[in-house]
């Protein structure tokens, strides 16, 4: 990493979407608290950002989501009572996932006025360093964590990146998409942004993530961003702003694993799927259980 880029030290969460794919399901409990296998999603995703290095736990929050919070705190009762039951293993795991004091922060994003405006809402914490974002719907499952292979390409190129992966032609409408200087590297320089291309128009087949490294120039872009599809703030339009006015650089990162969609049933159905059948202690009954559902 060169003496010029800042290292990135915190990682920014929007949660304070409403999850309404999900009811009734999501009418008392944050979508983000529903759990892939044993852990809930916004756990997965906050795994990411610690294996990456990220030290600082930025959650943007909305109305009842004070689970969220609760989660990421001490629960003295519960764990007086694992102790007095002797669920040793059971303490070390909740003990691993607990933040340390003062790691974790929490700002309230009070009207549903889009991502732009969420990531707006974290710019006192953040400050004036360069920050990761990650969008807690979309688990990104490898062997090497996307945002680590993000950090990575971050060391030598600094600037603001994007993590991207290949979609079919005939779907790129329905996704951001980005247009780089070369469609099979790794790492490649951004040279076009649009939100859902009209069919037949898009730059490449690479859409958008959810996963950013991001300058802190985008929160002055985001505090005057006019709203933009669906009467929000959108964070795509910033990052083009900054892309084209300044002399900030654009990277795309290339993600080669597996992306799962929980905010759709299906892509929440499949993460279920396939996490459980990375587990040993599971995946042997899962798969007789699913090999006779799927023969009945």
Known sequence: MSATTKRIRKAVFPVAGLG?????????????????????????????????????????????????????????????????RGKTKELESLARDLPA???????????????????????????????????????????????????????????????VAPVPDDQTHQYGIVGVTDVQAKVSGITSMVEKPKPGTAPSNLHITGRYILQPE?????????????????????????MQDSAQKFHAVRFDGDIYDCGSKIGFLTANIAYAL???????????????????
């Open 20 to 84: 309404t794919r999900f009811l009734p399901a999501t009418k008392a409990m944050p979508k983000e608290m529903l759990t892939v296998v044993d852990r809930p999603v916004i756990q997965h995703v906050v795994d990411e950002a610690r294996a990456a290095g990220i030290e600082h736990f930025i959650f943007v929050t909305g109305r009842n989501k004070g689970v969220i919070e609760d989660h990421f705190d001490s629960q003295f009762e519960l764990e007086r009572t694992l102790e007095e």
């Open 101 to 163: 004091a003062g790691q974790t922060s929490f700002t309230r994003q009070q009207r549903p006025l889009g991502l732009g405006h969420a990531v707006w809402c974290a710019r006192d914490i953040v400050g004036d360093e360069p920050f990761a974002l990650l969008l807690p719907d979309m688990l990104h499952h490898a062997a090497k964590p996307c945002l680590a292979e993000m950090m990575d390409a971050y060391a030598q190129s600094g600037g603001n990146l994007i993590a």
């Open 278 to 296: 990375e587990r040993q202690d599971l995946s042997d009954d899962l798969r007789a259980d699913l090999q006779r559902l799927l023969t009945a």
């Open 218 to 242: 985008i929160f002055g872009l985001l505090e005057k961003q006019e709203r933009g599809a669906g009467g929000e703030i959108q964070l795509t339009d910033s990052m083009i702003q900054l």
